[in-house]
């Protein structure tokens, strides 16, 4: 099986996290991920925003202050979790949190930490009274917290916070995306995109660690997010077409940044090597064998032709703000990766089949005029390649893969596992309307 970088680095995360108690070395954790000591540690750092030993630490704390707030003696905790003495343990700890463990206890209940997984958004469980004590590194404790819903679908962000009327709290359980939010919206502050820009706490850091939480506060931007299910049921073809050129305009700003601020994202192993075995081992949706055949002879021949570039990864309406009537802004960098560019406006366009789908006669050919509309505002700033207009119905048809993959293997996604798969399976009746002309 082919594993991409987050792919491998993730299997070393898992491994330190069943062996915490034992002596773990950069030379065992580079040769399971099949690259040199050197490699590794610089795509570690990438992948996680902190260094190995760093990281390794800080879960080693934080496991160990959870045990000790359960009962558990200090010195014998400390040693079992590797360090030599109590007071090496106490070093480290006030080094990491910026205080005695008693001093830690006191003042905080530990939780168990929380589940690392590079490519997915866990849920961090965080009340009004936490999210007010993180806001403390800013002098914004006193502000009022809300919800963020995503207009299309109408869920909640399950990471960001309404603070009063002109933020927003990004929090995570890694420094990673966080980082690579501040760099990216700090890269593109001279370009004509504006972004959700990060502001420095009272200590001057964009980046505040509190406990195992990690955030950034962000000025909201002005406007507001277009509607994709009002979008949809008007057939807005003029907004679809303004969506479009917003993303080719971001990534002729995001084209000028070097590739290793992200994590590279292989799209076409991803779907070859997991998403078809996923489908197939947890859903009860069976693709034809001959599709996936046609995928990875037409596909493949494709792939390495089509230009690559800094995507924002994540291209949903949601991410997107219109201020007196243009699109002027784009925010959440958090998963952006390296990767072809193609992606995001496909993914932009499929987003919005997503969200209004309905498994009837003419939701599919609705949707039509409106993604060749998005493919046609892109084109209009990028200029596809000629590979690129052959290959957008197969990166269509990645993104419905990987994410009925991907929510097949969370429980609480189950719906858009079932919903994505139906669309998978009537996309592949439309393939040729998926086309662009020449």
Not at 69 to 93: Q, S
Not at 132 to 161: A, P
Not at 202 to 217: A, T
Not at 297 to 322: A, C, D, T, W
Request: overall charge negative; glycine content about 8%.
């Amino acid at each position: 099986m082919v594993l991409d970088n987050l792919d491998r680095v993730q299997l070393t995360l898992d491994y330190m996290e069943q062996n915490l108690k034992t002596e773990i070395q950069v030379r065992e954790l580079s040769r399971m991920a099949g690259y040199s000591e050197v490699y590794y540690s610089e795509l570690f750092k990438k992948a996680t925003g902190m260094p190995l030993g760093q990281y390794l630490t800080r879960r080693k704390l934080a496991h160990a202050i959870c045990e000790i707030a359960a009962g558990r003696r200090m010195l014998e905790t400390a040693l079992e979790y590797g360090f030599d003495t109590y007071a090496g343990f106490y070093r480290a700890f006030c080094r990491e949190y910026g205080c005695s463990p008693a001093a830690y206890l006191k003042d905080h209940t530990p939780v168990r930490p929380y589940r690392i997984h590079l490519k997915q958004e866990e849920k961090i469980m965080l009340s009004k009274k936490a999210i007010r004590g993180i806001l403390t590194h800013w002098g914004m404790e006193q502000e009022t917290v809300g919800e963020i819903y995503y207009g299309g679908s109408g869920r909640s962000s399950e990471n960001d916070f309404q603070v009063g009327e002109e933020y927003v709290l990004k929090t995570s359980a890694l420094a990673g995306g966080l980082q690579r939010h501040i760099e990216i919206s700090q890269a593109l502050k001279e370009s004509d995109i504006h972004v959700s820009e990060p502001i420095p706490a009272k200590d001057g850091k964009l980046l505040v660690r509190d406990g195992e939480v990690y955030s950034i506060l962000c000025r909201r931007m002005k406007g507001n997010c277009p509607d994709s299910r009002k979008l949809f049921a008007q057939g807005d073809e003029e907004t679809a077409y303004r969506f479009g050129e917003i993303t080719g305009k971001l990534h002729l700003a995001l084209s000028r940044l070097e590739p290793d601020i992200c994590p590279e994202n292989h799209l076409y192993d991803s779907v070859r090597t997991q998403a078809f075995r996923e489908i197939q081992n947890q859903t009860g949706l069976r693709l034809p064998a001959s599709f996936e055949r046609e995928y990875a002879q037409n596909f493949g021949e494709l792939y390495e032709k089509l230009p690559k570039q800094v995507i924002h990864r994540n291209m949903n309406l949601s991410s997107i703000f219109v201020e007196e009537g243009r699109m002027t802004g784009v925010t959440d960098f958090e998963l952006s990766e390296y990767g072809i560019r193609l992606f995001d406006p496909c993914y932009a366009a499929t987003g919005i089949l997503t969200e209004n789908f309905e498994d009837r006669k003419g939701c599919i050919s609705g949707w039509l005029p409106l993604y060749r509309k998005i493919l046609k505002g892109y084109d209009d700033v990028v200029h596809l390649t000629q590979e690129e207009r052959k290959a957008v119905p197969y990166v269509v048809f990645s993104i419905q893969l990987i994410c009925t993959a991907y929510f097949s293997g969370k429980e609480k996604y189950k719906d858009l596992a079932e919903i994505n798969g139906c669309i998978l399976t009537r996309l592949m009746e439309y393939k040729e309307e998926l086309c662009l002309e020449e």
